[in-house]
T-cell receptor
Framework: GESVGLHLPTLSVQEGDNSIINCAYS??????FIWYKQESGKGPQFIID?????DKRQGQRVTVLLNKTVKHLSLQIAATQPGDSAVYFC???????????FGQGTTLQVKP | SAVISQKPSRDICQRGTSLTIQCQVD?????MFWYRQQPGQSLTLIAT?????????ESGFVIDKFPISRPNLTFSTLTVSNMSPEDSSIYLC??????????FGPGTRLTVL
């Protein structure tokens, strides 16, 4: 069946360093991908998205890379700050149903 | 983005009872969804709330346990029926505007004793 998974359950980085969170997906028909940030006690917050016709998309301090050949997605956070500490989820969508399939999540811990 | 509110934000319920969760959006949206997030887990889609018709449920979820209403384009409810401790989770609604970004509400934290 379809699945989206993450390579590392917990990532610990020093404040100011760059963070890279990885995600693997298995459905080659997925054409839209989203990264979410979830802080404790809150709902997932949209960070950045990318469509399958792109390889890279940049936002403010964040970059998403998509490698369709190996079905891999990554989120890069530049100059990681304590406020970036949260759980990060990747999600994929195939077709126009709107339904998202979520990965397992990576906890990002930022050390001061 | 969309402003999404949920009520209640949290509740503690007794086994065997039911709880209805409300989701309100600040503008009309085409698609609304309900997700469950069990403690320490990722999000799992329960159903798509369709305006004017019956909800579409994912495998493992049934209407008798999770009845859903969608009376208009800005509002939906999810009921968790005949609750057991295994239903203790965060329940989240989300909206998707015309195949664009999908935004989530703050969630309802349910504890069943």
């Amino acid at each position: 069946g379809e699945s989206v998974g993450l390579h590392l359950p917990t990532l610990s980085v020093q404040e100011g360093d760059n963070s890279i969170i990885n995600c693997a997906y298995s459905n080659s028909a997925s054409d839209y991908f989203i990264w979410y940030k979830q802080e404790s006690g809150k709902g997932p917050q949209f960070i950045i998205d990318i469509r399958s016709n792109m390889d890279k998309r940049q936002g403010q301090r964040v970059t998403v890379l998509l490698n369709k050949t190996v079905k891999h997605l990554s989120l890069q956070i530049a100059a990681t700050q304590p406020g970036d500490s949260a759980v990060y989820f990747c999600a994929e969508r195939a077709g126009n149903t709107g339904k998202l399939i979520f990965g397992q999540g990576t906890t990002l811990q930022v050390k001061p | 983005s969309a402003v999404i509110s949920q009520k209640p934000s949290r509740d503690i319920c007794q086994r065997g009872t039911s709880l209805t969760i409300q989701c309100q959006v600040d503008s009309q949206v085409t698609m609304m969804f309900w997700y469950r997030q069990q403690p320490g887990q990722s999000l799992t889609l329960i159903a798509t709330a369709n305006q004017g018709s019956e909800a579409t449920y994912e495998s493992g979820f049934v209407i008798d346990k999770f009845p859903i209403s969608r009376p208009n384009l800005t509002f939906s409810t999810l009921t968790v029926s005949n609750m057991s401790p295994e239903d203790s989770s965060i329940y989240l609604c989300s909206v998707d505007r015309a195949y664009n970004e999908q935004f989530f509400g703050p969630g309802t934290r349910l504890t069943v004793l």
